[in-house]
């Protein structure tokens, strides 16, 4: 298992932080040739910036036994007629995914949809959402941000969610709240899904990637459990899911194991053929640049793999690592 040095540490948080400066992805967008390598780069991690790149995968990985969600990349969206163009595209995807007959879930951060502007335009958003997509059978899931947004994120999901069910939400284990907000929302059968948690935060509301977080995110999937919320383990951390394969929380019906498409397809595809549960994030759109820092940020080696992408023009396996 690879060790994370200093070194490491200190150049994910670094780029965690280039990752939310809009001056550097304004020029990765309008410098052409930074852009088709970063591109190259990002194709191991992102299906394609169209829906059909989305789907078309979503439905191979389907075909060879994984569920899927998929999210049409974007956050942070401050024009109102962005976010609802953002709010139609996925109403497409909904429709589209009813059409193709593949199950999936759906996933978005709401600061896609209106959350940067108003909390009431992303509610209002969201419940059209939750409406399309109750009549086509499909999960909606809400991504967490960071730790600013995370109360209001959580206002809205639970206003949403007591009208339709078919809600989910994403909680990050790092923050130092989040056995609280288990707490309430434990009243009623809930969609979870558990994160470490992506973003930089300040340490007196976080707990660093240490041994002592890997207790708090069994501490927390352990909970949630027994509270009886059905529950998506997001985690590449190998000794996690051993963890949870020796307590056998993957034989309860309502526990599954989610991966990030591109991060460790050999693990997924070793739980997938031993018969566990495994569902395999796909994402796509234009709004690519932040997702890729973080993949890089969040196990820093992945850089090299980054530039022998870059080198070898995006000759990458894709869904064809799956087995």
């Not at 942070?76 to 163009?85: I, K, L, M, Q």
Request: proline content about 3%; charged content about 25%; overall charge negative.
């Amino acid at each position: 298992m690879h060790q994370v040095s200093d070194l490491e540490t200190q150049f994910a948080a670094a780029l965690k932080s280039i990752a939310r400066r809009s001056d550097l992805k304004s020029y990765v967008e309008k410098t052409p040739e930074m852009n088709r390598l970063l591109r190259l780069a990002a194709a191991r991690y992102v299906t394609g910036e169209d829906r059909k790149d989305g789907l078309a995968v979503g439905q191979e990985l389907v075909n060879k036994g994984y569920a899927v969600s998929l999210e049409y990349i974007g956050e942070n969206t401050t024009d109102v007629t962005e976010c609802e163009a953002a709010a139609i595209e996925l109403t497409a995807l909904i429709h589209d995914l009813s059409q193709s007959g593949i199950s999936a879930r759906v996933s978005f951060d709401l600061s896609h949809i209106g959350l940067s502007l108003d909390k009431e335009l992303a509610c209002s958003h969201l419940m059209n959402l939750a409406e399309h997509a109750m009549g086509a059978g499909i999960e909606l899931f809400i991504s967490m941000e960071e730790s600013s947004k995370t109360a209001d994120i959580l206002s809205v999901y639970r206003r949403a969610a007591s009208f339709y069910p078919n809600i989910g939400i994403t909680l990050q284990a790092h923050l130092t709240r989040t056995p609280q907000d288990l707490a309430a929302i434990a009243s009623s059968p809930s969609r979870l899904r558990f994160v470490k948690g992506a973003y930089q935060e300040p340490a007196d509301c976080s707990i660093p990637r240490s041994t002592a977080l890997n207790d708090r995110y069994l501490e927390l999937v352990e909970s949630a459990t027994r509270q009886g919320h059905r529950v998506s383990i997001a985690t590449h951390d190998e000794p996690i899911i051993q963890e949870v394969l020796d307590r056998g929380w993957l034989s309860n019906t309502d526990v599954e194991v989610e991966m990030l498409y591109g991060i460790r397809p050999d693990l997924s595809s070793r739980l997938r053929s031993a018969g566990h549960p495994v569902r395999i994030y796909l994402t796509y759109g234009h709004q690519w640049y932040l997702y890729l820092c973080h993949r890089i940020a969040e196990y820093p080696p992945n850089l090299f793999r980054a530039v022998i992408d870059m080198v070898n023009s995006g000759e990458v396996e894709g869904s064809k690592a799956y087995e």
